[in-house]
């Protein structure tokens, strides 16, 4: 059983940075993939980035490429997820999710998720 609490998000100019965390529960944890999921009012929950077990494989989604980046830490049982040049796209309620299956970018992939944190970039 894996617990997982995010918390970092807030209201940032677009251009701006922010810095997620998800404290996980658990000393299971490093053997899970974790990832990064956001939703948007109105739209699907999606894939944001994942990073596997040992950290040795990271994946990102197109839209987090070059921007966001994707850590974790297994001594601390923690998630990171650094988002650099916001913009108001980016706003979403963001989820972290921890999972064994190799199909990181998949929803259902991940047997644990947290409630979210809320990120609002402005123009």
């Known amino acids: 059983q894996v617990q997982l609490v995010e918390s970092g998000g807030g209201l940032v100019q677009a251009g701006g940075s922010l810095r997620l965390s998800c404290a996980a529960s658990?000393?299971?944890?490093?053997?899970?993939?974790m990832g990064w999921f956001r939703q948007a009012p109105g739209k699907e929950r999606e894939f944001v980035a994942a990073i596997t077990w040992s950290g040795g494989s990271i994946i990102y989604a197109d839209s987090a490429k070059g921007r966001f980046t994707i850590s974790r830490d297994n001594t601390k049982n923690s998630l990171y997820l650094q988002m650099n040049s916001l913009k108001p796209e980016d706003t979403a309620v963001y989820y972290c999710a921890a999972g064994r299956s190799n199909r990181v970018t998949a929803r259902s992939a991940y047997d644990y998720w947290g409630q979210g944190t809320q990120v609002t970039v402005s123009s």
């Open positions: 658990g000393r299971t944890f490093s053997m899970y993939a």
